[in-house]
Every structure is written in C-alpha cells, then in structure tokens.
C-alpha cells in the first residue's frame, strides 16, 4: 500500500509542476462522466496501461 501512495504521490506532485499536465498514467477529472461509455474508455485506458493508472476525481 504504501508503494502505490508514494507512486501516485510523485506522479501527482510531477503533473502540477508548471506547465500542469495530465500524464499518460494520471488522469484529471472534475467529476465522474454520466456518459457510462466514455467512462469506461478512460478506465480500461488506465488499467491498461503498464504498471496501472490513477485517476484524480474533482480536479479542475
């Protein structure tokens, strides 16, 4: 448990640095698509990505 926090601690803590991106593992989302078949795109996106992915919810 504590490997994931750190991991998603230092992609979150890398993304905010100026310019702020999204990266391919970390995506930002303000809230949750009622769009049921997009949201399952960005999910399946980020548990296929290596190593997993993180979603960051109420993020503008």
Do not use: Q
């Amino acid at each position: 448990m504590k490997n994931w926090l750190n991991r998603a601690l230092a992609l979150l803590m890398g993304s905010l640095e100026s310019p702020r991106h999204e990266l391919n593992e970390l995506d930002w989302k303000a809230a949750l698509s009622p769009d049921k078949k997009r949201l399952t795109e960005h999910l399946s996106a980020l548990s296929n990505y290596a190593g997993g992915g993180l979603t960051g919810l109420g993020v503008r």
